[in-house]
Nanobody, 127 residues
Framework: QVQLVESGGGLVQAGGSLRLSCTAS????????VGWFRQTPGKEREFVAT????????LQANSVKGRFTISRGSAKNTVYLQMNSLKPEDTAIYYC????????????????????WGQGTQVTVSE
């Protein structure tokens, strides 16, 4: 069982930055692919970014490419989502997710590929 805790959300003005953290409780992210998703009321959860467990593969949604960066922390149990040039349309609850990976460079961008989910952290971007 992997327990995930997100942190770092908050209120920021458009053009600002936030860094979200996803921390695995009781274990490291070794052999796990980690992804970030987001959801707004009335909409389906959408893919934001993912990173392979060895860090060699990263993918970002087109809507955030060039603004958001996913990375693994040196402590091996944390994954970050650096969000720059935030826009009001980035407002959402952000979730991190993890799943065992068959290969070190595997990355998933589909919600159904992930078994473990955090509770989410709210990000609000004002005009």
């Amino acid at each position: 069982q992997v327990q995930l805790v997100e942190s770092g959300g908050g209120l920021v003005q458009a053009g600002g930055s936030l860094r979200l953290s996803c921390t695995a409780s009781g274990r490291t992210f070794s052999n796990y692919v980690v992804g970030w998703f987001r959801q707004t009321p009335g909409k389906e959860r959408e893919f934001v970014a993912t990173i392979a467990w060895d860090g060699s593969t990263t993918l970002q949604a087109n809507s955030v490419k060039g603004r958001f960066t996913i990375s693994r922390g040196s402590a091996k149990n944390t994954v970050y989502l650096q969000m720059n040039s935030l826009k009001p349309e980035d407002t959402a609850i952000y979730y991190c997710a993890a799943n065992p990976a068959p290969y070190s460079n595997t990355a998933y961008y589909t919600e159904t590929d992930y078994q473990y989910w955090g509770q989410g952290t709210q990000v609000t971007v004002s005009e």
